[in-house]
């Protein structure tokens, strides 16, 4: 589920507990918890309800100005819409990871299965070394040249580099990304295990 910045941030400060969607089925399911710009949101509820049930404070709840204000952001279907009530669940947890740096063998090791699978998954070859390669000599370059220089479409760059983000290695800056502390490590590692040396 995506949030806007500002309400993923509203739901982080207590401000937005809810959001309306309109889906031909439930997309999320109370319990479950996704990333947000904010941090990490849980999903407590979810129930279908007919337009007319969003009062105006239930539409502050959700962010907007008021019933009819919400009600205009739904897309125009058939489709039901869904009442979700959202909390804040903590701090993308990503952030803690990116910063560890002292990596155990177990982690050393369950690192490099990861890599690997995510290298014999893709259908472009090998791409996680290279790619955090071109981060470390580039950092803070538009993705538009990082993808260019490895010959790949931006938008499946940008795809791989979430990837990598995901298991804290890189993070994203204003314009193009860094490796982080962990994924300074990683690289370090793979560059001393490299056939031949780095």
Request: aromatic share 4%.
């Amino acid at each position: 589920m995506l949030l806007p910045a500002r309400v993923a941030h509203g739901v982080a400060d207590g401000s937005v507990d809810l959001a309306f969607r309109t889906w031909k089925a439930a997309r999320v399911r109370a319990g479950s918890t996704f990333l947000s710009s904010a941090g990490l949101i849980e999903i407590r509820s979810v129930r279908k309800v007919d337009v007319e049930e969003i009062s105006d404070d239930e539409a502050h709840r959700a962010g907007f100005s008021s019933a009819v204000a919400a009600v205009g952001k739904l897309r125009r279907t058939d489709d039901p819409v869904f009442r979700i009530e959202l909390g804040w669940a903590g701090p993308d947890p990503r952030i803690a990871l990116r910063a560890d740096d002292d990596l155990s063998d177990d982690d050393i090791a369950e690192l490099r299965t990861r890599l690997q699978r995510l290298d014999n998954r893709s259908s472009h070859g090998p791409w996680t070394r290279a790619t955090l390669q071109l981060i470390a000599r580039r950092p803070a370059v538009v993705s538009t040249d990082l993808a260019a220089e490895l010959g790949r479409p931006r938008a499946d760059f940008k795809l791989d580099v979430r990837k990598l983000k995901k298991l804290g290695l890189t993070r994203s800056l204003d314009v193009g990304y860094e490796l982080s502390p962990r994924g300074r490590a990683v690289l370090t590692l793979l560059e001393d295990t490299r056939p031949g040396g780095a």
